[in-house]
Structures are given as C-alpha cells and as structure tokens.
C-alpha cells in the first residue's frame, strides 16, 4: 500500500503550544524505525523534530516534553547541555554534530498538522 508522499496529519489545537512552553509529543516511523518526535512553538511559529541528540542519538527532554532551556529561546539536550536553534534545529554548543532533524509543521484553522516524507511515516497500529 503505498502512502502520499506529503501527508498531513493533524497533531493538537494551535492553542497547545505556547511560546517556548512544553512540546507536544507523537510518534514517527523514521528510516524504517519507530522514533518520538516533538511539536514546539517559538516566536509564534510551530516547529517539529525528531526527539534525537545529533551527539548521540537518545531522547533529548529531562522532563516530559520539556526542550527549552530556561531562558526559552534555545532547546537543550538534557543529557550532555547541546543547544539548538528552535527555528531550525542546528547546533549552537555543546557536543552534537549537525542538528536535529526537522519535520515539517504546518497550522491553519486552529489545529497544527505534521506531515510525511518519504523516509517518515505515521506510526501504524
């Protein structure tokens, strides 16, 4: 059965994220692999990530979809201190290699989506 290559598939009310608040969490099908993802809102604009450290690849949040550090313009890696720029997922310190892999978010109608790729899919039950 083959999928649409861009999907969009509804993920929480617009009104779930706040600026550098909590993250909104789903599962993806990343390369063939189950992964956590995480929905964020940053300067009014919603942005998705795998939940993966480009320094090693384990879940970022220290508390539950929490990725902001406390001055909530950067996400942390709770585990080894790597920061990354909300807007784009790239490293700014720390040990990571890279930056975080981006999935697209989109918003309209009070509801943010996520959507496919061809090496990401919806998690199937």
């Known amino acids: ?3 649409p290559n861009n999907e969009a598939i509804a993920l ?9 608040g909590l993250a909104v969490p789903f599962d993806v099908v990343f390369g063939g692999q ?4 995480f929905a964020i809102r940053y300067q009014g604009q919603v942005h998705g990530y795998l939940n993966r450290c480009a320094h090693v690849a384990m879940e970022m ?8 550090d406390i001055s909530g313009d950067w996400l942390i ?11 784009i997922g790239q490293c700014r310190s720390g040990p990571c290699r890279g930056g975080l892999i ?14 496919t790729a061809h090496n990401l899919q919806p998690l199937e039950f």
């Open 61 to 68: 949040d220290f508390q539950p979809n929490r990725f902001f």
């Open 77 to 87: 890696c709770a585990t080894h201190g790597a920061l990354y720029q909300p807007q």
């Open 102 to 115: 981006k999935i697209t978010l989109s918003e309209g109608d009070g509801v943010v989506h996520w959507h």
């Open 34 to 37: 189950t992964c956590r993802a």
């Open 12 to 20: 929480c009310g617009s009104a779930d994220l706040t600026n550098g």
């Open 1 to 3: 059965m083959s999928m």
